[in-house]
């Protein structure tokens, strides 16, 4: 397949993709089509025309139709819902502020494309840090025997120590998009980046010393094997062979409410931790067909001490499990249905920092954050969003906002008998936490306020976020 190592300009006619661009592809005033086999690892814009991208085509950045008219309204060939064509209008769907890294650990980023190796950060443990990132990536149709290195490396100010990770993955049997990989890393970790970004969490303890995530520190290295079975599901296994040792506050600076202390990073079981681990996702939330809507699915197993009756050793012995569900409905043209199921449960005596917490942030809004800690865990979240300009079209100042109704349930709680992790034999739907809720939010959902109230008693909790809920 043919790659180009550029940029691609094609002005006044079509451009067709079958190949793989590195830089971005640009038609001015013609149609951009990408075809099965393409692969942009650029942004996709077309001025005056239309984008196609086929089933299996990859697009790395944002597939932009632009009019030469600031506001021109058309119709997008791949849903009914009526768009608003601007210079700077973005076809991504409302949730896709999350940046997609194609990989198989799904964290959330909030970069800036010419940024993205570049690592800033502030947080209680390690004050303000910076360094030098060379993202995991992989792609499908990867030729067989391309090695790619991954990894990173960077300086925390305040406990004046050195983070890294030094890795790479090789890709064999192209014809079935399977990757190998090992790495072997000194880095501060967290079990806390599915409730905030990286990005986000540092603005808040920067600003208003608030800092969400639980640290530790994790020594060792691993090896893994990726199957792509399609471009939208995978599944990885993974040996980790991992020290775990403590971190604490070093830092207690903030912009504002300088009277006030960042939360004590708590104490986790410190050891050595010998763990395979198992995990799938699927991920149809990017297919330009249908922007609005998606399922989103990642589950792992993780087995540590012991696994099929074979000892792993290691200090630990346990085994936890998690699955989380999500689906995105695009109801018309200006609402949507988001929906997240996630559940949690454990077999043994887990440690202190893999227990499950909720409350708060992005969990249950209307609680205090992680008021609620277990080895068993469940949550459901709902969203319903539509459009200001739909509710509110004669109202100037209104209309510019998206407005959100929430509500949430779920509960961590210790079980009687950990033997099993599918006992769940002490939970009654009656212990249940539930809040509800509205936010007020941005066009691209990024930036929101969220005004959430618990059912069992309570105050109004208002909390401001610059990421999607979920």
């Not at 931790?273 to 067909?289: E, G, P, W």
């Not at 998206?402 to 779920?410: C, M, P, Q, S, V």
Request: net charge negative; glycine share 10%.
């Amino acid at each position: 397949r043919e790659k180009l190592p550029y940029h691609v300009v094609v002005v006044g006619g079509d451009l067709t993709i079958r190949g793989e661009i590195e830089g971005s592809a640009i038609a001015l005033f013609g149609d951009i089509i990408v075809k099965s086999s393409g692969c942009v690892n650029g942004d996709v814009i077309s001025v005056d025309g239309w984008v196609e991208q086929a089933k299996n085509a990859w697009v790395k950045g944002d597939a932009l139709e632009i009019s030469s008219k600031s506001l021109q309204r058309r119709y997008s060939r791949y849903s009914k819902r009526e768009i608003r064509r601007t210079r700077h209008y973005s076809r991504r769907s409302f949730r896709r502020d999350n940046r997609y890294r194609h990989g198989i650990s799904f964290q959330n980023y909030w970069s800036v494309d010419d940024l993205d190796n570049f690592l800033l950060r502030y947080n209680r443990v390690e004050g303000g840090f910076i360094g030098f990132r060379e993202p995991r990536e992989h792609y499908h149709n990867w030729r067989m025997g391309h090695l790619r290195p991954f990894g990173e490396i960077g300086y925390g100010f305040e406990n004046k120590d050195l983070r890294y990770q030094i890795g790479g993955q090789l890709s064999t049997l192209s014809s079935l998009n399977l990757f190998l990989g090992g790495e072997y890393h000194d880095f501060t970790d967290t079990q806390d980046a599915w409730l905030v970004s990286e990005s986000e969490n540092s603005v808040n303890a920067l600003f208003v010393k608030k800092d969400f995530f639980d640290y530790y520190r994790r020594n060792g290295f691993s090896i893994f094997a990726v199957q792509e079975l399609t471009r939208d599901f995978k599944i990885k296994v993974e040996y980790r062979n991992d020290d775990y040792s403590n971190m604490f506050n070093t830092s207690n600076w903030s912009l504002f409410r300088g009277g006030h202390d960042f939360r004590l990073n708590p104490l986790i079981d410190e050891g050595n931790m010998r763990s395979l681990s198992f995990s799938i996702n699927l991920d149809t939330r990017y297919d330009a067909r249908t922007p609005e809507s998606g399922w989103y699915l990642n589950g792992t197993a993780e087995f540590a001490g012991q696994f099929a009756g074979q000892e792993l050793n290691g200090d630990f012995n346990f085994d936890r499990y998690i699955i989380d569900l999500r689906r995105y409905q695009s109801l018309s043209y200006s609402e949507n249905l988001d929906l997240r199921v996630r559940v949690g449960s454990s077999r043994g005596n887990i440690p202190e920092q893999f227990l499950f917490d909720l409350g708060g942030v992005s969990t249950l809004p209307g609680y205090n954050f992680k008021e609620f800690t277990g080895d068993r865990m469940v949550l459901f979240n709902s969203e319903y969003r539509t459009d200001g300009e739909w509710l509110f079209d004669d109202i100037w100042f209104l209309d510019h906002f998206h407005y959100i109704l929430f509500a949430n349930t779920g509960l961590a709680w210790f079980a009687q008998d950990t033997s099993s992790p599918f006992n769940f034999d002490n939970f009654e739907l009656s212990d249940l936490k539930t809040d509800i809720g509205i936010a007020v939010a941005n066009r691209d959902g990024n930036v929101r306020v969220n005004f959430a109230r618990r059912l069992d008693g309570g105050g109004l909790n208002v909390s401001f976020r610059i990421h999607r809920h979920f």
